[in-house]
């Protein structure tokens, strides 16, 4: 009987060490499996790399709503006033962005300040004169959002300046006075001192005005200069020229709505404008030089660039990229009434003609600068500089 309950004793006790080694086993295999570990550890780096991601993404995120511009613009402009100030209200209404505008701006005063810079951007009605200043390494380019809506060739090599809209020469002639098949149709036309002797004669604008400026370095690189100079001294000779010399186009299509003139030389925006009077509106257009074999109508664009040194960089990067946004495109036309270099954008008014349905000189807009300061010298010496009458 004893031998009987020592052997039981001895099977229970056997029985609870073989299973106190099968756990240990099983406990050994899970620590040491490295297949199991790998797992595991996988698990818990992408569980890290997702909270990493999700981290560095809010934090970008906070960054960015962080980053909110102010201060203020420092713009100098060479158009009207009226061209360009409702323009940048928008913008500070948009972005809380202070605007300080000297409007009818000198391009030159760009370069007089070079040594000590104020302006952030410069807006021109010539690209000659912004081409001229990019020439002088005044202007500084970036790579703004949607500059690519703006062909090529309307735009410096490296953005230093973006044309946004444009406009072509000719005549505004008022009907009650001239027909139009009784109107000049060519730039060289005025050679001719008949159109003196009609009603009234007709009107130009004075040499310093950037339309005429960029009119008569068309004609050197169509010309030459010893013809261009010709020209220039017959459309400024008292009696066989002109019989008006104004200060500015606006002058020159409101004479001519009153009959003070029978035609003027002007960009064609100015007849828009004065369609749009209620009075003095029995206006037409020619656009000059449009026939087989003629040069085409000589065209300009009105742009914009950021200066370099700008004080402040990066609202003048802010100004230009929002410019280039199509509403803002269309908002720079705005009171001008010219019309958007951007194809895809229709021009905001009626009778207008799409700048890509003119016969238009050949001549590459960007040339324009090559001829600035040198056309300004010409004008000078052929007399047309600031006489007005």
Not at 337 to 359: R, W
Request: with cysteine.
């Amino acid at each position: 009987m004893k031998k009987l309950l020592m052997f039981m004793a001895l099977l229970i006790l056997s029985l609870g060490v073989l299973a106190a080694c099968g756990g240990n086993n099983n406990n050994s295999e899970t620590e040491n499996n490295p297949e199991t570990d790998n797992e595991v550890n996988d698990n818990n780096n992408e569980v890290e790399n997702n909270n990493e991601e999700e981290n560095t993404e809010e934090a970008a995120n906070n960054n960015q709503e962080e980053v909110e511009l102010d201060g203020e613009l420092v713009v100098y402009s060479a158009r009207n006033e009226t061209f360009v100030q409702a323009l940048l209200d928008k913008f500070t209404d948009e972005t809380g962005i202070e605007v300080l505008a000297l409007h009818e701006a000198d391009p030159l005063q760009i370069q007089e300040e070079a040594g000590n810079v104020q302006a952030d951007v410069f807006i021109s009605n010539d690209l000659g004169a912004l081409e001229y200043l990019n020439q002088q390494d005044l202007l500084e380019g970036f790579e703004p959002e949607n500059v690519d809506s703006i062909d090529e060739q309307y735009r410096a090599d490296n953005n230093e300046w973006v044309a946004i809209s444009a406009r072509a020469r000719g005549f505004i002639y008022n009907k009650d006075m001239i027909s139009e098949d009784e109107m000049p149709t060519k730039m060289e036309d005025l050679f001719d001192p008949e159109w003196s002797e009609v009603d009234n004669g007709y009107a130009i604008t004075r040499g310093g005005n950037g339309g005429m400026i960029g009119n008569i370095s068309a004609l050197r690189y169509e010309w030459g200069d010893d013809r261009t100079s010709e020209w220039i001294t017959a459309i400024q000779d008292e009696e066989t020229g002109a019989a008006g010399i104004f200060q500015g186009h606006g002058d020159i299509r409101r004479a001519v709505g009153a009959g003070e003139h029978a035609f003027g030389l002007v960009n064609n925006y100015y007849y828009h404008q004065q369609l749009e009077e209620p009075t003095d509106n029995n206006v037409g257009f020619i656009y000059t030089d449009q026939g087989d074999g003629e040069m085409g109508a000589i065209a300009n664009a009105a742009g914009l660039g950021m200066v370099a040194g700008a004080p402040n960089q990066e609202n003048a990067e802010a100004f230009i990229e929002w410019v280039l946004q199509e509403e803002n495109q269309l908002a720079f036309v705005g009171e001008s009434l010219e019309v958007p270099i951007n194809t895809e954008l229709d021009p905001p008014f009626e009778e207008a003609v799409p700048f890509s349905e003119l016969h238009v000189q050949d001549m590459p807009l960007k040339e324009l600068g090559n001829y600035f300061e040198d056309t300004k010298t010409l004008i000078e010496d052929s007399g047309l500089d600031l006489e007005l009458r």
